[in-house]
């Protein structure tokens, strides 16, 4: 075995970490919202004057499932099902099939609370380095893979250290930006790193607060996961 001289060692030794490739930092990245195959975990919306309650339920393959759990909310759900999402409203016998960009409150559509898993739905167009409010962060471009995503274009900047996300622009094809996410510090759940918070701004000043907590593995029901057939 070759042994190095001490100042190679010293040089090698204060050379920079090899950067991640965009892919990786995206996995990462989607395991703080999607921290198990399976999950629950409570969800508070909050918009200036206005609150909102639900229970996320989440498959491995992308399902969702809110649950409402505030007064005015029980009884109603939203299932997402791939590209695809239904509002299942109380004493109505046929599911109201809606967009994924449907609001639920403020800016915050059921897309943005269900899922939003960038590896799946995003390819790394560009991966660079830029400071963001003097943190040291990947700057990803990155690119829609399907037609059904309104955003055709994110930029996500995602601090070196821990490769945590701090702030996600999403854009028209045009460039145009549509909304911004900032989020917040990670918390601990079931010895996972899990995402405590993201805050959802409009060019209009539109703003909504989402706070994500008491996450659970697994314990998922795949019933709650068909659509209700009204001739029954």
Same mark, same amino acid.
């Given at each position: 075995?070759?042994?190095?001289? $001490?100042?190679?060692?010293?040089?090698? $030794?204060?050379?920079?970490?090899?950067?991640?490739?965009?892919? +990786?930092?995206?996995?990462?990245?989607?395991?703080?919202? #999607?921290?198990?195959? @399976?999950?629950?975990?409570?969800? =508070?919306?909050?918009?200036?004057?206005? &609150?909102?309650?639900?229970?996320? @339920? $989440?498959?491995?393959? /992308?399902?969702?499932?809110?649950?409402?759990? %505030?007064?005015?909310?029980?009884?109603?759900?939203?299932?997402?099902?791939?590209?695809?999402?239904?509002?299942?409203?109380?004493?109505?016998?046929?599911?109201?099939?809606? =967009?994924?960009?449907?609001?639920?409150?403020?800016?915050?559509? /059921?897309?943005?609370?269900?899922?939003?898993?960038?590896?799946?739905?995003?390819?790394?167009?560009?991966?660079?380095? +830029? %400071?963001?409010?003097?943190?040291?962060?990947?700057?990803?471009?990155?690119?829609?893979?399907?037609?059904?995503?309104?955003?055709?274009?994110?930029? *996500?900047?995602?601090?070196?250290?821990? =490769?945590?996300?701090?702030?996600?622009?999403?854009?028209?094809?045009?460039?145009?930006?549509?909304?911004?996410?900032?989020?917040?510090?990670?918390?601990? %759940? #079931?010895?996972? &790193?899990?995402?405590?918070?993201?805050?959802?701004?409009?060019? &209009?000043?539109?703003?909504?607060?989402?706070?994500?907590?008491?996450? /659970?593995?697994?314990?998922? !029901?795949?019933?709650?996961?068909? *659509?209700? !057939?009204?001739?029954?």
């Amino acid at each position: 075995m070759r042994i190095l001289p $001490a100042p190679a060692l010293l040089l090698f $030794a204060a050379l920079p970490a090899l950067p991640q490739s965009g892919e +990786e930092i995206l996995a990462r990245v989607d395991r703080l919202r #999607h921290p198990w195959p @399976s999950f629950t975990m409570e969800l =508070t919306l909050k918009a200036p004057g206005l &609150s909102q309650q639900w229970k996320v @339920s $989440a498959r491995e393959n /992308g399902d969702a499932r809110l649950d409402g759990l %505030s007064k005015k909310e029980q009884g109603r759900a939203v299932l997402l099902k791939g590209d695809q999402m239904w509002l299942l409203l109380p004493g109505a016998k046929r599911p109201v099939k809606v =967009t994924p960009q449907q609001r639920l409150m403020g800016p915050a559509a /059921g897309g943005d609370v269900a899922r939003t898993r960038f590896r799946e739905d995003y390819s790394v167009e560009a991966l660079a380095e +830029e %400071s963001l409010d003097g943190r040291d962060c990947w700057r990803l471009d990155l690119t829609a893979r399907r037609a059904a995503l309104s955003a055709r274009k994110v930029v *996500l900047w995602v601090a070196k250290e821990g =490769t945590l996300p701090l702030k996600a622009e999403f854009r028209m094809a045009s460039g145009k930006v549509q909304r911004r996410a900032l989020f917040g510090a990670p918390a601990q %759940s #079931h010895g996972q &790193s899990v995402l405590s918070k993201m805050v959802i701004e409009e060019p &209009s000043g539109a703003r909504a607060e989402l706070l994500f907590g008491n996450w /659970g593995k697994g314990g998922v !029901d795949a019933a709650a996961f068909e *659509l209700p !057939d009204p001739d029954r």
